[in-house]
Every structure is written in C-alpha cells, then in structure tokens.
C-alpha cells in the first residue's frame, strides 16, 4: 500500500473543511455583529460614535443599566431608520458606560439590515426565524397597555418578538426568564411609546 504523504494529507483535510458550507444559524450570538459591535463588547467604543452617542435615557434598572435609542422622537432626538435600539450594560455607578454589553436588542425600522450578519429584520415572519435559528426553547407574552407582544427564546440566546407571526424586534444576550420583570418592562415601554406600528 502506497503511503501518503502527510504534508499532502494535511491540505487536503484543509481544502475539505473550507468547502463546508457556513450556517449562521450555527454561531452562538457573539458571532452576530451588528454595525461592529456585538454582545460583549465594551459599550464605552460604541457610544463615541453616531449615532449611539445621543441616547434618549440611560436608567440602572435591575442590576444592569439600560440606555435606550427611540425610533420616534424621544428628548427631541430620534434613532435613525425609524428603529428603535436598546443596550443592556453591567451596572455600574461610577463608571456607567465604560460596561461590558450583556444584551441588546432593537425594534422595528431598517438600521441594522446592512449592518449585520445576523440572518433575521423586523418583518420577516416568524416561520423564517425557526428555520434560521432552529426549534425555540420556549415562548411567553410581554405586555404594556393595549400592547402585548409574544417573545420567542431560540438557543444562544437569541429572543425574537413578534406581534402575530410577524417580528417586530429582537433581543440577543441573556435576558430574564420572568415576563414581568422590569427589564422587559422597559423593552415594552419603548415599543408602545416610542416605535411605530405596522
């Protein structure tokens, strides 16, 4: 039997694993990047910048702080796009930005959609998502007012927000798993008030 030899086999082993094909669906979210950040980065590089350096708020609530971007006019300012953007940082008093991203999420408008690898926008139908992300590990509604919103948990974790069968935002990052809780209260506030509808 001829032998091979092992420089020859090792090419070969490389030109096979370059022609497998990619699946985004596979990476974790920290392979996501969205107009070059993404969840753990330190959001003290991304709030130098426009247009992440006019947040509307910036609020501490349940141990993380919460700075938030309006679609619709929120203190005389609005997020480009028509979309509304959302960051949950590490809390910290003294040093309030300069945070690693623990989760961030986005609703509505077309920021994102060349900005990204992520393989999911605003009104793509919900079947979409499950093909791309694979079977959901569990679904709950969130609610503020007239509003109430389904979130879907798929692996990662990757939470996609639908109104119907047709999504309306994300969140990427690990979120909690009460509905109720203040953080995807704060979520709900800025769909009702300051996203818009349809």
């Known amino acids: 039997m001829k032998k091979r030899n092992p420089q020859s086999l090792l090419l070969t082993i490389i030109l096979a694993c370059a022609m497998l094909p ?4 596979a990476q974790t979210n920290d392979g996501y990047v969205f107009d070059e950040f993404k969840v753990g980065d330190n959001f003290s590089e991304v709030v130098q910048r426009a247009p992440y350096n006019q947040p509307c708020d910036s609020d501490p609530i349940d141990n993380r702080r919460f700075i938030v971007y309006g679609a619709l006019p ?3 300012r609005s997020f480009p796009d028509e979309t509304t953007v959302m960051f949950y940082l590490k809390n ?3 040093d309030s930005y300069n945070q690693p991203i623990e989760a961030f999420g986005f609703l509505h408008g ?4 060349d900005k990204t690898n992520f393989p999911l926008k605003p009104g793509d139908e919900l079947g979409l998502a499950r093909k791309e992300l694979g079977k959901e590990k569990k679904s709950f509604d969130i609610s503020r007012k007239e ?4 979130v879907h948990q798929f692996k990662a974790p990757v939470y996609v927000i639908c109104d119907q069968y047709i999504i309306v935002g994300f969140v990427l990052g ?6 109720d809780n203040e953080q995807w209260m704060g979520l709900m506030q800025m769909y009702q008030r300051y996203t818009p509808k349809g």
Do not use: A, G, Q
């Not at 990619?22 to 669906?25: C, D, I, P, R």
């Not at 077309?110 to 959609?113: L, M």
């Not at 509003?147 to 389904?150: A, D, F, P, S």
């Not at 690990?174 to 509905?179: A, E, G, L, R, W």
């Open 174 to 179: 690990i979120m909690p798993s009460d509905p």
């Open 74 to 76: 929120c203190r005389d």
């Open 92 to 94: 910290s008093e003294k």
């Open 147 to 150: 509003y109430t919103l389904k």
């Open 22 to 25: 990619v699946h985004l669906h």
């Open 110 to 113: 077309s920021y994102f959609n």
